[in-house]
């Protein structure tokens, strides 16, 4: 076990979410000893706006801790002991292509779900690998433990090209979730016992305990009144509580109220009612002008302000998603076995799904990586639409691996999102164009007919 206190690593440290990360991190210095906080970014203009206001948080807290800013990899990684991984390939501004592209088509335009999911996918499995290949090159045999999305092909990815790498790949979902339905059932999240099987933003709770006591019967009364949404959405849920996620957080009680047993992840709204998402999208306002105009805005705002004035307006939240990767890091680091939702290799936990598949379960996390439980059989209905998902998920790795503009116009096809094939080609067709930057060429196995 590695002896704190830690240097760590935020690898996208230009990141909106950065500064609520290293907020966590520091109300949890007792738990998570740190001697120093480490921002990496390939974009240092944007990393040098934000790390005046990290530094501002870590300050506040703490004189001794080492605060470095860089965009060299040696010096990122060079003896640390953790890494937190959060990139984010094409920003905001392929973000936006993702979302809008897809849209022009009338299909489903979401940053990790349907074909701009699997847009993100090709952008992202490659950066990925080189960041593993630098943290193995440089560090003290550090954990990523990663955010970066899409994770499911993030995921796999990594698993196909470096099986080896440690890394531990994680989403702040289905914590989201148990947070809200914490707050209706009046306990802490941690109280939470949850059987939960999937895929990354593809799965489903299928208990919930209190003190060994069943909580879904509870629950499937509230989600019918009012879906995953609590009183006071705002306060229980800041980083999740613009109009659009109070509408995600609602859409669970249709899906509920079609298919009572499980609670799904907020996610399989884009794939069991892609016609009720399209309706309701603006295709020239997407999620990420909403972001843009507001997280980012006002992260950006509150920079200003402080390097102007010398005091930071609030202007992050620190919610389950910095809380979640401090938690996950300190049972990596002092071997606490925590029980957690991550992404691992299913290996049987669930009998029906291929054994490399990479699901996301509960796993004991040890020092030694993450321990999943057996969830067993799961029900036909869930299983095709998994099997489905996964298909569409491997199929676009192959493609980015391969070069194959075969395999992804399948990976585009088989996704639950895309009504047919021509709507499938002309989306990626257009995705071609747009991410000429950053995908591996797609080259056509048959030309001219032969
Ligand atoms: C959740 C998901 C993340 C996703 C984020 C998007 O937290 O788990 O994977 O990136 O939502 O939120 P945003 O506010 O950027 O739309
Ligand atoms: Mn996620």
């Known amino acids: 076990m590695k002896k704190p206190p830690f240097i760590l690593s935020i690898a996208g440290g230009g990141s909106t979410y950065t500064p609520g990360i290293v907020k966590s991190l520091m109300v949890r210095l007792t738990d998570f000893p740190i001697a120093e906080i480490r921002l990496y970014d390939i974009d240092s203009q944007r990393q040098d706006v934000i790390a005046p206001v990290v530094e501002k948080v870590i300050r506040d807290h703490s004189d001794n801790i080492k605060f470095t800013v860089t965009d060299d990899p040696e010096t990122a990684f060079n003896g640390a002991h953790f890494v937190f991984a959060q990139m984010r390939v094409g920003q905001y501004a392929m973000r936006e292509q993702d979302e809008k592209i897809p849209l022009r088509h009338g299909v489903v335009g979401q940053e990790t779900c349907g074909p701009g999911g699997l847009a993100y996918g090709l952008r992202t499995i490659l950066p990925m690998v080189e960041l593993i290949d630098f943290v193995e090159k440089y560090s003290d045999n550090a954990w990523i433990v990663n955010y970066s999305n899409p994770a499911a092909i993030v995921a796999e990815g990594v698993r196909r090209l470096r099986p080896n790498a440690k890394v531990l790949n994680i989403c702040d979902m ?66 999740h509580s613009d109009p659009s996620w109070v509408k995600t957080w609602r ?200």
């Open 174 to 239: 289905p914590v989201a979730a148990m947070r809200n339905m914490a707050a209706v059932l009046g306990v802490d999240r941690h109280d939470l016992d949850v059987d939960y099987f999937g895929l990354n933003h593809f799965g489903w709770f299928s208990s919930i305990r209190v003190k060994g006591e069943e909580k879904l019967p509870q629950l499937r009364e509230h989600i019918a009144k009012f879906g995953l949404l609590t009183e006071d959405a705002a306060q229980t849920d800041p980083q």
């Open 251 to 450: 859409n669970i009680q249709p899906l509920m109220d079609a298919f009572p047993e499980y609670i799904p992840n907020p996610y399989l709204q884009y794939y069991l009612m892609a016609n009720d998402i399209v309706e309701h999208q603006d295709p020239e306002y997407t999620r990420a002008n909403e972001v843009m105009d507001g997280r980012e805005k006002r992260l950006f705002e509150a920079a200003r302000v402080y390097k102007e004035t010398g005091i930071l307006p609030d202007a992050f939240h620190v919610g389950v998603h910095g809380a979640f990767i401090v938690d996950v890091a300190c049972s990596l680091a002092f071997d606490l076995r925590q029980r957690h939702l991550v992404i691992v290799e299913n290996k049987g936990a669930i009998t029906g799904l291929p054994f490399d598949a990479m699901v996301e379960v509960p796993a004991y996390i040890t020092a030694h990586g993450p321990e999943p439980i057996r969830i067993g059989d799961i029900p036909r209905f869930h299983q095709a639409l998994l099997e489905q998902q996964l298909a569409s998920e491997q199929l676009l790795v192959e493609a980015t691996l391969e070069g194959s503009y075969e395999k992804a116009l399948q990976a585009f096809t088989l996704n639950k999102t895309v009504p047919s094939v021509v709507h499938a080609k002309k989306i990626l067709d257009d995705m071609i164009e747009e991410n000429k930057a950053y995908w591996p060429e797609l080259r056509k196995q048959y030309k001219n007919g032969k």
